[in-house]
């Protein structure tokens, strides 16, 4: 089972960006998503990336927010542009042993391994 570690998150004002990034620890033929959680609010997934590079994003990100992985550095990242206060979570990568991913609407069942997630703070 691949271990997961988040970086990147932080504090920005409203309209900046952020990248944050997820360092697996294996990355064969994985399905990779992105998600958040704010206070109070359940879990949501913002994108996904299967093997080996279909990206499917949430509306609510779609525009502003891009994945991209660097294979050879088993990393995934989260490229973050125009953050408003509601983007402020803590935000989480997760992934699951199959090349596939379901829809991000759907994601937050299909994966079975977490990181610790990186707390992003947008303030205005």
């Known amino acids: 089972q691949a271990q997961l570690m988040e970086s990147g998150g932080g504090s920005v004002q409203a309209g900046g960006s952020l990248r944050l990034s997820c360092v697996a620890s294996k990355f064969v033929n994985f399905c990779m998503g992105w998600f958040r959680q704010a206070p109070g609010k359940e879990r949501e997934g913002l994108g996904v990336i299967d093997y080996p590079t279909r990206i499917f994003y949430a509306d609510s990100v779609k525009g502003r927010f891009t994945i991209s992985k660097d294979s050879n550095k088993n990393t995934v990242f989260l490229e973050m542009n125009n953050l408003t206060v509601e983007d402020s979570a803590m935000y989480y990568c997760?992934?699951?042993?199959?090349?596939?991913?379901?829809?991000?609407?759907?994601?937050?069942?299909?994966?079975?391994?977490w990181g610790q997630g990186t707390q992003v703070t947008v303030s205005s």
């Open positions: 997760a992934a699951r042993p199959y090349a596939t991913c379901p829809p991000p609407d759907r994601a937050l069942a299909a994966f079975d391994t």
